[in-house]
Structure formats: C-alpha cells, structure tokens
T-cell receptor, first 113, second 115 residues
C-alpha cells in the first residue's frame, strides 16, 4: 500500500521556467511533509518542509504548497536551473517532525537549456 | 544541516558472508538514526529506527536477526547484514535526527552487491 504517491515518474522543464512536482498521500495521520533531492548513488538532500498547520512554505526558489483537504502537496521551483536536474522525493511523517518518514516513488526532473 | 558519512561507499561480498556498514554523524548529536534501503527504481524504504543506547525498532517485514543495528553513541550507528544473499543487494542509506532539528539528514549511502 503506497501511502505517498508521486504519479509523474519524470518531468522535463526548460531552464528559467517553473517546475511543479506533485505528491499525493492517503494517510490522514500525516502531519509533516518534506521534499528531498537525490542524485544517483548519493543520499537524499533536504530541500524544504511544511507542517500541516500551514498551507505554504517558501525558501528561496523553492515553495511547497499543502492542500490538506485534497491530501496533496506540490513543490514549485522558480526559476528552474540545470543544476536542479535530479530525482525529487516527497516524504511524510505522522509525528509532527521528521520521524519515521514514508517516501514517495520519486519524480525525475530534467531541466533543459 | 548535519554532515553524515557512511563507510564503505560500496562493497561486494560473497553469499553467506556478513557485511558491516557504518554511519557517522560528524557534527551533530544524533539521538535517533534511521536505516533505509532503496532497490533500483524504487523508493526509499525504512528498515529500522534506533535511539542511542536502545535496541532498534524494526519495520514490518525486516528481519532483526539478519539486519543487526547498533547505535552505541550519538555519532555512530552500524548496520550488519548477516549471511548476506543476492536478494540483499541494495543501496543502504542512513539518516540522523535529534534535538533541535525537525528534519532528517541523510548519509551518501552504501551500495551492497552480494554475489
């Protein structure tokens, strides 16, 4: 049972444009969400997080939006840069912090010139 | 964020042997460490959670007698894969968490190949 889903396995965006990565979850107990970026053969790198008491969190080029009623979150990257090309994972926790994370299947982002 | 290292970065072993993987938190007091594995083209799956000085808590389906976890200090956790078999070949990643942080910081991972 995949409790965190990223339905788009890949996404291609032109440099300078907005990248929007989506994530859906089914467990209503999840109250903390994170996005990680991962390169092949490396560990995930933390990007941004959001608590369920918020609907938006922004950090530089990265903004995460949370729609609790739809059990949906998205990561916006503006403007997209070639160095953003990687696999992006969303993750969720039911403990209010980054405890016992459940990961999505990942979306491979390709930023083209 | 915390700096986390893993050793070795890759290892090849024969079926039936045991392999130890170290996870070190270099600049952070990791009260909690997590071990994940990732099979090709799949997501990261949590194997176990360990708190410093306590026994690890294993996720359903993970054999505790096969995957031995030791978290003896705030900076070191080890995962030993005992009697490894080819199906244990995977990418093993640790992460750390602790007081004052609301996220997990991941190590670079260890690629295990069992022949």
């Amino acid at each position: 049972d995949q409790q965190v889903k990223q339905n788009s396995p890949s996404l291609s965006v032109q440099e300078g444009r907005i990248s929007i990565l989506n994530c859906d979850y089914t467990n209503s107990m999840f109250d903390y969400f994170l996005w990680y970026k991962k390169y092949p053969a490396e560990g995930p790198t933390f990007l941004i997080s959001i608590s369920s008491i918020k609907d938006k969190n922004e950090d530089g080029r990265f903004t995460v939006f949370l729609n609790k009623s739809a059990k949906h979150l998205s990561l916006h990257i503006v403007p997209s840069q070639p160095g953003d090309s990687a696999v992006y994972f969303c993750a969720a926790s039911a403990a209010g912090t980054a405890s016992k994370l459940t990961f999505g299947t990942g979306t491979r982002l390709q930023v083209t010139l | 964020g915390a700096v986390v290292s893993q050793h070795p970065s890759w290892v090849i072993c024969k079926s039936g042997t045991s392999v130890k993987i170290e996870c070190r938190s270099l600049d952070f007091q990791a009260t909690t460490m997590f071990w994940y594995r990732q099979f090709p083209k799949q997501s990261l799956m949590l194997m176990a959670t360990s708190n410093e000085g306590s026994k690890a808590t294993y996720e359903q389906g993970v054999e505790k007698d096969k995957f031995l976890i030791n978290h003896a200090s705030l900076t070191l956790s080890t995962l030993t894969v005992t009697s490894a078999h080819p199906e244990d070949s995977s990418f093993y990643i640790c992460s750390v968490s602790g007081t004052g942080t609301d996220t997990q910081y991941f190590g670079p991972g260890t690629r295990l190949t069992v022949l």
